[in-house]
């Protein structure tokens, strides 16, 4: 069993650990105990309330918050949202005996060795992607600084225990104490005193815009900041649009599940790719014409680049259409 | 208790090197921020080169892009290192931070970075699971850059299986043989000897050798320390072995009957030599050596000659290693027989078989074990 399948796990323990926060231990059976590394989550497969049809079957992804090194026992901790879609309720409902349907540890947010400094930011719930990392390179000898962002200490699961363990490299940042965290000065000190320093964020979408804009506005490398994405999907839903390239008299249509770079393909055209992850830029096309809103869904090309418009990945960017409410349409040439 | 093994399992000619565990990567002197240096650790080919600041870094050499040794490129920025080919830059944890010809850094774009740690002279590195590492199992050779001892040592690069060089160190009846110009003495395998080994991976052998002839290099030591000393002396090696591959042996002798066994050493000299081997290949070792001493601190000629003198010594040992991985390799059908000798020695493959099987690395059971062998 690879660690994507899933399996029923035990609940072994739930206990509150903050305001609307629980935490919940669970023990998978023999077969599927894997090692969880800092920055893991388990995907869960959750019931939320499905209208007059009662509940259907979703999938959650939570981060794994500490674990023991054999992966019998693993814990999540899950904030109970008011604007929930039902997991976390579903979640906060488990009792000790009961089972969690999840897939072993899968990892999206790995913690790099070697960097000069770290800084971990953590918004809330948000610390339950960080707080082994914090442990992880603390025990490495990293130079480690941890801020911990909150609007007051109830709502901030595990600080306690995580300044007795890890002393001063804890900084909270508690908004209704007056410490309030200024993302813009801190990411400034950064620049100014240790540009080598490796960031990791996690925590709600502003704390995540907040960070991701104070450090470009600083000049510091993108490559050093780091967040947890659960896949990129782009910014508009996927619909089907038409593509066409001139030079090789191809018209296709590109549907929903399928690339603009498999339909050509499939169309006769010979092109050139290799990651197929907008990462590589070997499939990167001249753009002609567009009808509609280009969704660039790789970080190949940057960002003016995309915004310009004169070229397109054609590994994973899609075209939606535009608010005109025409045909969406891409027009591509060769290089 | 645990079942037995299988006869000759632990005695592989060849043995596997774990790798979680730290091996001494190079003196910290060979480690600089002017230039990256090649080395091979466990298997793992590595560029080593210190950051602006200071502190030392260990890369997978081999550029994430078409693999181009990291080591001939050159250091660059704070903390980075240029692929020599292309120019693609990684900084100290292995991430690109720029590539050629784009404006963009593909974010997949890494060569792994091993945890690093300098202390006692060295710097060490962690082939293995990088998250399992911890510097607080170092083993401890705090004798290099303590200022109660002094010395200095060298760097053998053996061409043989790391293990051969513990075989040789655990035992040191040898020097009767090898080294009979310097340290060797008959008593040395008329002597008993203890083994001990420690629940946390250590194992020491201790022997005693009372009121002996001083060997050459003894005799000059005590010289050093008791101007004209003369007559016999009661000698002493304790081996303290900590896994993986650390050898820390306290030597000396004092004059005899004055009670250096009982504790005192107050009329003797006391010297550790300091051994820590890094497999390279299967069959191929970095052998750090060092040899201190606490006494006559302030000088540099005697710290010059007895580097000089046991790298002589050591010197007879490789000749003597260099050999016998020759005849190993000559004869795949041979097994290794144990004699007691050995005691210490075995200690060592035991401790190191079940770390390897802790890694899911299980030494393989020999097609032709020693019982099944017949003349």
Redesign the interface.
């Given at each position: 069993m690879n660690a994507r399948t899933f399996h029923d796990a035990r609940v072994v323990e739930t206990a509150d650990v903050a305001t609307g926060i629980r935490r919940v231990v669970l023990e998978p059976p023999a077969g599927a105990r894997r090692r969880a590394d800092p920055g893991t989550h388990l995907d869960v497969r959750v019931e939320v309330p499905d209208g007059d049809r009662g509940v259907r079957p979703e999938v959650r992804s939570y981060s794994v918050v500490d674990s023991s090194p054999d992966g019998s026992r693993l814990a999540l901790t899950v904030h109970l949202s008011p604007t929930s879609r039902g997991g976390s309720a579903h979640v906060h409902g488990l009792r000790p005996g009961d089972v969690l349907r999840c897939t072993g540890p899968l990892q999206n947010f790995p913690v790099r060795i070697g960097a000069e400094r770290y800084l971990l930011i953590a918004g809330g719930v948000g610390i339950t992607a960080l707080a082994a990392a914090a442990r992880t390179l603390t025990r490495l000898g990293a130079h480690v600084d941890l801020v911990y962002a909150g609007r007051s200490r109830d709502r901030m699961p595990y600080l306690a225990d995580l300044q007795a363990e890890l002393g001063e490299r804890v900084q909270p940042a508690v908004s209704d104490e007056g410490t309030r965290l200024d993302v813009d000065a801190l990411l400034a000190r950064t620049a100014r005193q240790a540009p080598g320093t490796e960031a990791y964020v996690c925590g709600p979408l502003a704390l995540l815009d907040a960070v991701t804009h104070a450090w470009r506005r600083h000049g510091l490398p993108s490559t050093a900041l780091r967040y947890e994405t659960f896949g990129s999907s782009g910014r508009h839903a996927a619909q089907a649009f038409r593509v066409q390239l001139p030079a090789l008299g191809i018209e296709t249509v590109v549907d929903p599940g399928s690339t603009v770079l498999e339909s050509l393909q499939r169309s006769g055209a010979d092109l050139m790719y290799d990651c197929l992850k907008g990462e590589c830029g070997l499939c990167v096309l001249p753009v002609r014409r567009v009808d509609g809103v280009v969704d660039h869904r790789d970080v190949y090309l940057s960002e003016d680049q995309q915004a310009d418009g004169g070229s397109v990945c054609v590994c994973v960017s899609r075209v939606a259409a535009g608010p005109e409410g025409r045909e969406p349409l891409l027009v591509l040439d060769l290089p | 208790m645990t079942e037995l093994d299988v006869p000759g399992r632990v005695t592989a000619k060849i043995f596997p090197y774990p790798l979680n565990a730290w091996y001494a990567a190079a003196w910290d002197h060979e480690v600089t921020a002017k230039a990256p240096v090649a080395r091979t650790v466990a298997g793992r080919p590595l560029a080593l080169y210190r950051?602006q600041?200071g502190?030392p870094?260990?890369?997978d050499d081999a550029c994430w892009h078409r693999l181009a040794p990291l080591s001939q490129g050159k250091l660059v920025g704070?903390?980075g290192i240029q692929c020599p080919y292309h120019g693609l830059q990684y900084?100290?944890?292995?991430?690109?931070?720029s590539m050629p010809a784009?404006?963009?850094?593909?974010?997949?774009a890494?060569v792994t970075?091993?945890?690093?740690?300098e202390r006692y002279r060295y710097v060490w590195v962690w082939p293995g699971d990088?998250?399992l590492?911890?510097?607080d199992t170092i083993p401890d050779m705090h004798q290099m850059d303590s200022p109660e001892w002094a010395g200095d040592g060298l760097t053998i690069e053996a061409p043989c299986n790391y293990q051969l060089i513990l075989d040789n160190l655990m035992d040191l009846t040898h020097e009767e043989f090898v080294h009979g110009s310097s340290i060797g003495q008959a008593e040395l395998s008329e002597s008993e000897f203890t083994t001990r080994h420690e629940d946390d991976g250590s194992v020491t052998v201790t022997r005693w050798m009372r009121d002996v002839e001083p060997p050459p290099f003894w005799l000059k030591n005590m010289r050093d320390k008791f101007p004209g000393f003369s007559g016999r002396v009661d000698r002493w090696q304790i081996i303290h072995y900590y896994a993986p591959s650390t050898i820390c042996i306290d030597v000396g002798v004092a004059e005899a009957g004055t009670g250096a066994p009982e504790g005192d050493r107050s009329r003797g000299v006391n010297g550790y030599v300091m051994n820590t081997i890094t497999p390279e290949t299967d069959t191929t070792s970095h052998y750090f050596w060092a040899f201190m001493r606490n006494y006559r601190l302030e000088s540099q000629l005697i710290t010059t000659q007895l580097r000089e003198g046991v790298h002589g010594v050591f010197a007879e040992d490789e000749a003597m290693l260099v050999a016998q991985q020759r005849a190993i390799d000559a004869n795949p059908d041979k097994v290794f027989y144990s004699l007691t000798i050995d005691a210490g020695g075995m200690w060592v493959r035991r401790i190191l078989d079940r770390m390897l099987a802790a890694e899911g690395r299980s030494l393989p059971v020999p097609s032709s074990t020693p019982s099944q062998v017949t003349s």
């Open positions: - | 950051t600041d502190r870094v260990a890369l704070r903390d900084n100290a944890a292995g991430r690109c931070t784009q404006p963009t850094v593909n974010p997949s890494l970075s091993h945890p690093v740690v990088p998250l590492a911890d510097a």
